[in-house]
């Protein structure tokens, strides 16, 4: 046994770090623990920080908002004005508003850590989390091996989870009906991504654009993902990587009698890149090249459990569509770092006394998660041919704004669309386009009505549950 905490938050990621500042600012005894040694906070694996680094400005503004840190150089890289999304024939672009900035990742991490322990907090790196201590079916500490291999038990009042996507504390909590403890596998990304300097052989703002964050669909080179290239400060320097869905891998290479892998295809898409040329990793941080994955689904719908709150990829929080997870991993360290904080001072860390921080996630962040990943299901339903059709015809920009950041949007035109779309297969993605909206809005409903207590929850995620099931029997992965 080595100490009593009011809280423990394991892993020193930016939703850890966070976290915990969070919580010892309130005047908390908190314990900040990750496995990494002290330089490397928030090193997601052996391969590095494996991130693609690119965050709105608009998430970096809640966290000056809410703790007072602000962000500058070195930390944040490069400004970028938006996002830009290319159909896989190039023919077609959609610009998505909204500035923001390409990490340096670990200046990034190593600031927010520095936060929590300059907040109060006490920091233990070259810490293995094992798993959680659970005693009268509360969570009421965690074990596992410090920097010598010793067995060691921290115990306190709340725990805070944010391990990321392979967290050993969501996993082995107690069979329940409240945190899901099982991600599907085709809501996973498996991911590669680079830092490369490269020689800018000609000006093409499609594969390269120094001043905005690209995104490259190909259900080809990335099935059931995308490819992207985010510059980085230095002309020529770019984050350069893809993501693909593992059933739409499969799919793709029985029709192509390929084998490919995600790392065959991440070298094939730098390769097919055609104004960057002699790629040399950029390997600053030892950060140069790393393969993780990212989850792409709803955030878990229940984020506690008596003793315990989840935040950041442990909890399932990137972004359906994009994949980002920066800006709900900040959201959500902020948010569960005061709710522990408020339900210690209540002197009631029970699932109830906790179940404000789940309002308080699914109000700032999480209600529209749900309908995001409808709409990423019908996205990965789609062939090549049918996503440059889609992105030349079915939507206005705003349109396709709009649903990708999960609003739904009226499609007026639908009659009149109807009359002008030409081929059965292009008239029927339309027409399940059509469908996916209808249920993006039903998704939205239900989660504007998120349970205000635990009791309501079962029943409501029932609800939920039935129909991302029915939705996804309805829109198989169909890449080529
Ligand atoms: C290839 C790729 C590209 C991405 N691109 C983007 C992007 O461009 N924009 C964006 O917004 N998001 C992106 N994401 C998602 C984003 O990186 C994550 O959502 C974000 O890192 C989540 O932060 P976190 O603090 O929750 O978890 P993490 O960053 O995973 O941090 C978890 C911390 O816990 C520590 N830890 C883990 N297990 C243990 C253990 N057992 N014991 C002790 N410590 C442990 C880890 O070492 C780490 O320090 C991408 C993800 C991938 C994989």
């Not at 023919?91 to 991490?109: A, C, H, M, S, W």
């Not at 891998?249 to 055609?274: C, M, Q, W």
């Not at 993780?292 to 719908?301: G, K, Q, Y």
């Not at 459990?305 to 800006?327: C, E, K, T, V």
Request: aromatic share 10%; proline share 5%.
């Amino acid at each position: 046994m080595a100490g009593n905490y009011d809280i423990i938050v394991a892993g020193a990621g930016m939703s850890g770090s966070l976290a915990a500042a969070g919580a010892a600012k309130r005047g908390h005894k908190v314990l900040l623990l990750d496995k990494n040694k002290p330089e490397e906070p928030g090193k997601k694996t052996n391969w590095g920080w494996v991130c693609g680094d690119a965050v709105a400005t608009s998430h970096l503004d809640f966290v000056s908002r809410h703790i007072g840190l602000n962000f500058g150089k070195p930390e944040l890289d490069v400004r970028v004005d938006g996002v830009i999304a290319y159909s896989p024939d190039m023919q077609t672009k959609i610009n998505f508003d909204g500035d923001g900035y390409v990490l340096d990742r670990p200046e990034f991490e190593r600031k927010t850590r520095d936060y929590a322990i300059k907040s109060g907090a006490e920091y233990i790196p070259q810490f293995d989390v094992e798993g959680p201590i659970i005693e009268n079916n509360y969570v009421v500490g965690v074990f596992g091996k410090d920097k010598d291999m010793r067995h060691t038990e921290f115990r306190a009042k709340a725990v805070v989870d944010a391990l990321g996507v392979a967290t050993t504390l969501r996993r082995r909590l107690p069979d329940g009906q409240f945190v899901d403890k099982v991600v599907d596998v085709d809501d996973l990304e498996s991911t590669g991504r680079f830092i490369y300097d490269c020689e800018v052989t000609q000006e093409d703002p499609r594969y390269y654009d120094p001043k905005n964050a690209l995104i490259h669909l190909n259900q080809n080179i990335s099935p059931g993902g995308y490819g992207w290239v985010f510059p980085k400060a230095q002309h020529g320097r770019v984050n350069i990587g893809i993501g693909v869905q593992k059933s739409s891998l499969e799919i793709r290479n029985a029709k192509f009698g390929k084998k490919d892998t995600l790392h065959t295809l991440i070298d094939e898409y730098v390769r097919s890149i055609p104004n960057l040329k002699n790629p040399k990793l950029f390997n600053k941080d030892n950060n140069g090249k790393g393969y993780w994955s990212v989850a792409v689904r709803r955030n878990i719908e229940c984020l506690v459990f008596n003793g315990y709150l989840g935040a950041g990829d442990s909890m399932a929080m990137p972004n359906p569509i994009s994949a980002g997870g920066i800006g709900p991993a900040l959201v959500a360290g902020i948010l569960s770092g005061e709710n522990a904080a408020k339900a210690v001072e209540n002197g009631d860390v029970s699932t109830k006394g906790l179940w404000q921080y789940n309002v308080d996630f699914n109000s700032e962040y999480g209600k529209k998660m749900a309908a995001m990943e409808a709409f990423r299901v019908y996205l990965q339903s789609l062939n090549n041919n049918l996503i440059n059709y889609g992105m030349a015809k079915f939507l206005s920009k705003k349109e396709a704004e709009d649903l990708a950041y999960g609003r739904t949007t009226e499609l007026s035109m639908v009659s009149k669309m109807m009359m002008v779309l030409q081929g059965a297969a292009n008239i029927s993605a339309f027409k399940n386009l059509v469908y996916t909206v209808k249920k993006m809005k039903m998704f939205n409903e239900l989660y504007a009505e998120y349970p205000a207590t635990p009791e309501a929850f079962p029943a409501w995620r029932e609800k939920v549950s039935k129909e991302i099931k029915d939705f996804k029997e309805k829109f198989k992965p169909n890449p080529i």
